[in-house]
């Protein structure tokens, strides 16, 4: 039987996630639409739909360009993490035509779908099929079946038409490396069919056995696999009872046996949880389930039982529970030395703490400060949630900086040194000691209203009423503003 490959390639997967996911008003309006994301104190387009490639922008190309090319481009955060999830629910949803599907780097996955095409009336018939549910799905996508990997690769990616002979492709289109193909190129190389046309020897000895494996892989001289994607580990664990139980300690001392089972599970995948589900199944049918968020990733036991007594005491038994099941919804990489870390690091048990906090308030609204890659005062941190972060030992500044930032506030002031007496949120203060001045210039490569007034002047000034301020000056346009409080 005559091996086939489908190769299907989703070009737009990151913004057509996050369309589907809610934001779909903006494809109906046919609107430009991009994800960004933060490189090099920049911000740049990292995916985007199809009306935004009709105004001409491109990947990699800078916000603050596009927004002055398309001034009604709507944007929305990139999510690596998330895209990647998605392109495995898309691997599974494509078992339904195989059971061989593998990844193909970060957008795209490869099917073996020799011996099944019948199933649905032919290829052709199974690879509109594919189309159909794509389209229908709201999921941009490019699918191509060849005999074999490498030519369903090209056909996908490089081929104008899912059926073109796959010779008169660009070289690129035999997943070569930027400086072979540029090579290639340069000595008017520019097609398959020019390849194929060089003796085997000279082609090996001038560019590398890597250009010949890969066309031989396309043009099936040589055998490529495809990796099929494992069952992901089930985290999960039932205990039923042969009497219905209803008291709260009856109901943790289950708990607690399916807690010691499920962490067993995860120390031999070298997993923790991150979100713990306890379902609680009563004698009359009904269920009542009791979530538990964590701070950092978990497998032990004893410390995640006491952080489910608030929600089982919460919990109506009614007329008794006859089954427990716990279940790990959400889990992440734990290896054993980070556990060492952490346990070593937090004796305090932090991470129980911003998990007990977390569960009232939302582990989101948890916040701590890390460090950031700029000179500018304001930027040089960043708040995030604590419990999907590390704390940072990196922080360093040359010079002191306050414990309390605020927007700037003007004051009454004239000169270039700080005043002797100023007027501050209704607070008449004098000058005792000024240290300064220190000179901050703005980041140019970066447009910031606040800073258009040009550079500032700071100075360290305690006053005789024992409030130690951060004042600045800017010479450009001649002012004096309070933007910080020393402890």
């Given at each position: 039987m005559?091996?086939?490959?489908?190769?299907?390639?989703?070009?737009?997967?990151p913004?057509?996630?996050?369309?589907r996911?809610?934001l779909?008003?903006?494809?109906?309006?046919?609107?430009?639409?991009?994800?960004?994301?933060?490189?090099?104190?920049?911000?740049?387009i990292y995916?985007?739909?199809?009306?935004?490639?009709?105004q001409?922008?491109?990947?990699g190309?800078?916000?603050?360009?596009a927004?002055?090319y398309?001034?009604?481009?709507q944007?929305?955060?990139a999510n690596?993490?998330?895209d990647?999830?998605?392109?495995?629910?898309l691997?599974?949803?494509?078992?339904?035509?195989?059971?061989?599907?593998?990844?193909?780097g970060?957008?795209?996955?490869?099917l073996?779908?020799?011996g099944?095409?019948?199933?649905f009336?032919g290829?052709?018939?199974?690879?509109?099929?594919?189309?159909?549910?794509?389209?229908?799905?709201?999921?941009?996508?490019?699918?191509a079946?060849?005999?074999t990997?490498g030519?369903?690769?090209?056909l996908?990616?490089?081929?104008?038409?899912?059926?073109?002979?796959?010779?008169s492709?660009?070289?690129a289109?035999?997943?070569l490396?930027?400086?072979?193909d540029t090579?290639?190129?340069?000595?008017?190389?520019?097609?398959i069919?020019?390849?194929?046309?060089?003796?085997?020897?000279?082609?090996?000895?001038?560019?590398?056995p890597?250009v010949?494996?890969?066309?031989?892989?396309?043009?099936?001289?040589?055998?490529?696999?495809?990796?099929?994607?494992?069952?992901?580990p089930?985290?999960?664990?039932?205990?039923t009872?042969?009497?219905?139980?209803?008291?709260?300690e009856?109901?943790?001392m289950?708990?607690?046996?399916?807690?010691?089972?499920?962490?067993?599970?995860?120390?031999?995948?070298?997993?923790g949880?991150?979100?713990?589900?306890?379902?609680?199944?009563?004698?009359?049918?009904?269920?009542?389930?009791?979530?538990?968020?964590l701070?950092?990733?978990?497998?032990?036991?004893a410390?995640?039982?006491?952080?489910?007594?608030?929600?089982?005491?919460?919990?109506?038994?009614?007329?008794?529970?006859?089954?427990?099941r716990?279940?790990?919804?959400?889990?992440?990489?734990l290896?054993?030395a980070?556990?060492?870390?952490?346990?070593?690091?937090?004796?305090?048990?932090?991470?129980?703490?911003?998990t007990r906090?977390?569960?009232?308030i939302?582990?989101?609204?948890?916040?701590?400060?890390?460090p950031?890659?700029?000179?500018?005062?304001?930027r040089?941190?960043q708040?995030v949630?604590a419990?999907?972060?590390?704390?940072?030992?990196s922080?360093?500044?040359?010079?002191p900086?306050?414990?309390?930032?605020?927007?700037?506030?003007?004051?009454?002031a004239?000169?270039?040194?700080?005043p002797?007496?100023?007027?501050?949120?209704?607070?008449?203060?004098t000058?005792?000691?000024?240290?300064?001045?220190?000179?901050?210039?703005?980041?140019?490569?970066?447009?910031?209203?606040?800073w258009?007034?040009?550079?500032?002047?700071?100075?360290?000034?305690?006053?005789?009423?024992?409030?130690?301020?951060?004042l600045?000056?800017t010479?450009?346009?001649?002012?004096?503003?309070?933007?910080?409080?020393?402890?």
């Open positions: 005559r091996k086939r490959v489908v190769s299907m390639w989703f070009p737009r997967l913004s057509d996630r996050v369309l996911a809610g779909r008003h903006i494809a109906d309006d046919n609107r430009p639409f991009a994800l960004i994301h933060h490189e090099k104190n920049t911000d740049r995916c985007l739909n199809q009306a935004a490639e009709a001409g922008l491109h990947r190309m800078g916000f603050s360009d927004r002055a398309c001034p009604d481009l944007s929305h955060p690596w993490v998330a990647i999830k998605f392109l495995h629910t691997a599974r949803w494509s078992k339904r035509y195989c059971p061989w599907v593998g990844l193909d970060t957008d795209g996955l490869m073996n779908i020799t099944s095409a019948h199933l009336g290829e052709a018939q199974m690879l509109d099929d594919m189309r159909h549910r794509l389209a229908r799905a709201g999921v941009s996508g490019r699918i079946a060849a005999d990997r030519a369903a690769w090209a996908t990616h490089h081929a104008p038409a899912p059926t073109a002979d796959i010779t492709l660009p070289v289109a035999l997943r490396d930027a400086k072979s090579a290639l190129q340069r000595l008017g190389l520019r097609t069919r020019d390849l194929m046309a060089l003796p085997r020897a000279t082609l090996a000895r001038r560019f590398g890597d010949v494996l890969r066309l031989d892989q396309a043009m099936g001289a040589q055998d490529e696999a495809i990796t099929p994607l494992g069952e992901a089930h985290y999960g664990v039932r205990l009872l042969p009497d219905p139980i209803g008291l709260v009856d109901v943790m289950g708990a607690e046996r399916l807690l010691v089972r499920l962490c067993d599970k995860l120390k031999d995948q070298d997993m949880a991150r979100q713990l589900q306890l379902t609680l199944r009563r004698v009359d049918q009904g269920a009542q389930m009791v979530e538990l968020r701070a950092a990733p978990m497998r032990d036991a410390r995640i039982l006491p952080l489910f007594a608030r929600g089982v005491d919460a919990v109506d038994a009614g007329y008794g529970i006859d089954q427990l716990l279940e790990a919804t959400q889990v992440e990489r290896m054993d980070q556990i060492t870390s952490t346990t070593a690091s937090r004796p305090d048990g932090l991470e129980d703490l911003i906090l977390g569960n009232r939302g582990l989101d609204n948890i916040q701590r400060f890390l950031a890659d700029s000179h500018i005062p304001e040089s941190f708040s949630p419990a999907y972060s590390t704390a940072s030992e922080w360093a500044s040359l010079r900086r306050p414990l309390r930032l605020f927007a700037p506030e003007s004051i009454a004239v000169g270039s040194r700080p002797a007496q100023f007027r501050w949120r209704r607070m008449s203060l000058t005792g000691r000024a240290i300064g001045p220190e000179r901050i210039a703005p980041e140019w490569w970066l447009p910031d209203d606040n258009r007034s040009g550079l500032r002047d700071y100075w360290k000034v305690d006053t005789r009423e024992g409030r130690r301020l951060w600045f000056y010479p450009q346009n001649p002012g004096w503003f309070v933007q910080g409080e020393f402890a």
